[in-house]
Nanobody, 114 residues
């Protein structure tokens, strides 16, 4: 299983970014995927998850601003991030749980300037 994340960058507060995570080596229709983030000096935290059936779960800090969705035809998961705040600055990691195993992609840096 391989996960390739992309889409990070530098944006001003209030701006938007879309992260993508392309998955390969697994059956996309039966996995659970998600985004986590880790800010400097802090532990990695959950941002959002989405099941193969489309059920979603969000951290309270991003509810109403971030949207997680997936495209089965492209085996790709996305995180649309709107109304970004400086406290959203972190390295974002995509995650897949497949047959009980955890897989992580390399992180992508998101920096929000005030």
């Amino acid at each position: 299983v391989q996960l390739q994340a992309s889409g990070g960058g530098l944006v001003q507060a209030g701006g938007s970014l879309r992260l993508s995570c392309a998955a390969s080596g697994s059956i996309f229709s039966i996995n659970v995927m998600g985004w986590y983030r880790q800010a400097p000096g802090k532990e990695r935290e959950l941002v959002a998850t989405i099941t193969s059936g489309g059920s979603t779960n969000y951290a309270d800090s991003v509810k109403g601003r971030f949207t997680i969705f997936r495209d089965g035809a492209k085996n790709t998961m996305y995180l649309q991030m709107n109304s970004l705040k400086p406290e959203d600055t972190a390295v974002y990691y995509c995650h897949e749980k497949y047959y009980g195993m955890d897989y992580w992609g390399k992180g992508t840096q998101v920096t929000v300037s005030s």
